[in-house]
C-alpha cells in the first residue's frame, strides 16, 4: 500500500482544521528530558516513521548576552565552533558529517544560538561526539589565527548584509531607536565592525567558558532513535564535561518607546520606510493576536496593507510586516517599499489609515479564519521534517519549560478574536513607533515625515 506522503497528510489536517479541537484530536510530540549531574539538559524525541535523526543543541547565548563595547560576540561563535576541537581538528568536524551523508549548520539570535545536525538514523553516535567534543575540547584548540579567520568571515557577512547591501543601514538604525542604551536588544546581532575589530583572544576565551558549559546547553535529539540508547550515549560523551560558571542575566528595566522619526540616505533606487513598534515578549497573551495582525496586513495577496498599498493604490513595490517577540522582549516591524514617483509620505499616510481602521472595526469574520488557517498551515509544515520539530521543541523548553508546547500554540491562535486583534493594534500599533526612512542619495525629501498619529 502506498503510504500518503506527508505534503497530503498537511493538506488534510489544514483543510480539516476547525474540526481539529472540536473533534478532540490533540497533536502530540511526546518528549522526554533528562538533566545530567553537570546541567545538560536532554530532551529526546522518538519518531520512526522515517531513518533519519536529528541533533538541535541550544546555547542559552544570543547577542542579548553582549557587552556594550563587544558586539558580535554570539554570532562570531557560531563560526568559530566549526573551526575544530582537540579530538576533531578542522575540517573533521564537516568532513567526517558528510562522509556519513549527514549536514550541519548553525543560527544566532538575540536570545540563543543554536547548532544542529541532520542525516540518517546511523550517524546519530557521530553527530553526539563531535557535540561534545567541541563543548568539552574546543578551548585548547582556541589560537587567534582562528579567531582571525573566523573574524574576517564575519566581517565580510556584515559587508555583505549591512554595509554593501542595500537598505542594510537599517540593521544599525532601528534597534538603538526601539530600545534605550544598554538594553540586551540595543544592538544589532551581527555586531558592529569596531566590537568585532577590538575582540581579543582572552575576550573570547572567556565568553567561551562563560556560556559554551553543559549548564547552559540543551539537546534534543529527534528521529529514529532509542531513548535509553540516546541517554547512555550522552551520559558517557558529555558526563565528565565540568559545568562552567552560575550565569547572572539582568532583567531590563520597563520603558516607554518615544515616537522617534529618521532619515538615512543610502544607495538605493527607491525610498523605503520601515516602521517599528515595542510589543510584548514571546508567549505573552497578546503574542498571539499580534502574529495574526501580521498576517492580517501582509500576509497574502488581499491582506489590507499589500491589497491597498501594493494593488490598487499602486503606492508600494512591496510591504511586509513581523510580529518579533523575544525572550525578554519583543518588537512589530511594518516596512514598505515606495513604487518609482510616489512619496514616502503617501505611503505612510495610507498605513496609518489602514490600521486605524483595524483599530477601529477589526477583521471580518473571513479575514481572521484565513489567517488562523494560514498559521496552522504552515505551523503544521514545519511538523514534515524532525530538523524542524527538534528546533521547535527546543524553542517550546526555551521559552515555556515544556518542550511539548505544539497544541498549546495552536490554541492560543485558535482563541484570538476579532476583539482581542482590535486591542493590540489599538495598544501597539497606534502608538509611538520609529520610523525610519531610507532615500536614495541626495533625495531627503522623499522622507516620510512626522504627523501625529491618530
Known amino acids: 500500500m502506498m503510504r500518503p506522503s506527508p505534503s497530503r497528510i498537511v493538506l488534510a489536517l489544514a483543510l480539516a482544521a476547525p474540526a481539529l479541537g472540536a473533534q478532540g484530536v490533540r497533536l502530540k510530540v511526546p518528549a522526554t528530558v533528562d538533566t545530567l549531574p553537570n546541567g545538560l539538559t536532554l530532551i529526546v524525541h522518538e519518531d520512526h516513521s522515517v531513518p533519519t535523526v536529528s541533533t538541535n543543541v541550544w546555547y542559552l547565548v544570543g547577542s542579548g548576552d553582549e557587552k556594550v563595547g563587544r558586539t558580535g560576540f554570539a554570532h562570531l561563535f557560531e563560526h568559530v565552533m566549526f573551526m575544530g576541537s582537540e579530538h576533531a581538528p578542522y575540517p573533521e568536524f564537516d568532513t567526517r558529517l558528510e562522509a556519513a551523508g549527514a549536514s550541519n549548520n548553525g543560527t544566532t539570535s538575540e536570545d540563543r544560538t543554536a547548532y544542529y545536525e541532520w542525516g540518517p538514523s546511523n550517524a546519530i553516535p557521530l553527530m553526539l561526539w563531535l557535540e561534545a567534543d567541541r563543548q568539552g575540547y574546543l578551548l585548547p584548540t582556541m589560537d587567534k589565527a582562528k579567531l582571525d ?258 497544541q498549546d500554540e495552536l490554541d492560543r491562535v485558535r482563541a484570538v478574536s476579532a476583539d482581542d486583534i482590535k486591542r493590540v493594534v489599538q495598544q501597539y500599533l497606534r502608538g509611538p513607533r520609529v520610523m525610519l526612512s531610507i532615500v536614495p542619495m541626495g533625495k531627503k525629501d522623499l522622507a516620510a515625515t512626522r504627523e501625529t498619529v491618530q
Open 149 to 406: 579567520a573566523q573574524r574576517d568571515i564575519v566581517k565580510n557577512e556584515r559587508r555583505q548584509g549591512v554595509e554593501n547591501q542595500p537598505y542594510g543601514i537599517s540593521e544599525d538604525l532601528i534597534a538603538p531607536a526601539l530600545y534605550p542604551p544598554g538594553h540586551p536588544y540595543s544592538w544589532p546581532v551581527i555586531g558592529s565592525m569596531a566590537d568585532l575589530s577590538a575582540a581579543s583572544l582572552d575576550d573570547v576565551k572567556d565568553f567561551f567558558r562563560t556560556y559554551y558549559a553543559p549548564n547552559n546547553a540543551v539537546i534534543v535529539v529527534a528521529g529514529a532513535v532509542r531513548t535509553d540508547s540516546v541517554r547512555r550515549m550522552v551520559r558517557r560523551m558529555f558526563g565528565d564535561i565540568p559545568r562552567g560558571p552560575a550565569i547572572t542575566r539582568a532583567t531590563p528595566a520597563p520603558f516607554t518607546l518615544r515616537d522617534t522619526v529618521l532619515v538615512a540616505e543610502d544607495r538605493v533606487q527607491l525610498p523605503r520606510v520601515y516602521m517599528n513598534w515595542h510589543t510584548v515578549k514571546a508567549f505573552d497573551r497578546d503574542d498571539a493576536a499580534l502574529e495574526l495582525v501580521a498576517y492580517l496586513l501582509t500576509g497574502a495577496r488581499n491582506a489590507r496593507l499589500t491589497q491597498g498599498l501594493v494593488y490598487e493604490q499602486e503606492l508600494a513595490t512591496g510591504v511586509n510586516a513581523f510580529n518579533g517577540s523575544k525572550k525578554l522582549d519583543g518588537d512589530f516591524a511594518l516596512v514598505a517599499t515606495a513604487r518609482p514617483g510616489k512619496h514616502l509620505n503617501d505611503v505612510r499616510r495610507a498605513i496609518d489609515s489602514t490600521i486605524a481602521v483595524l483599530a477601529s472595526n477589526g477583521p471580518t469574520t473571513r479575514e481572521l479564519e484565513q489567517a488562523r488557517n494560514a498559521f496552522e498551515s504552515r505551523f503544521l509544515n514545519r511538523l514534515e521534517s524532525v530538523n524542524s520539530k527538534s528546533e521547535q521543541l527546543n524553542a517550546y523548553y526555551y521559552f515555556t519549560g515544556k518542550p511539548d508546547g505544539f
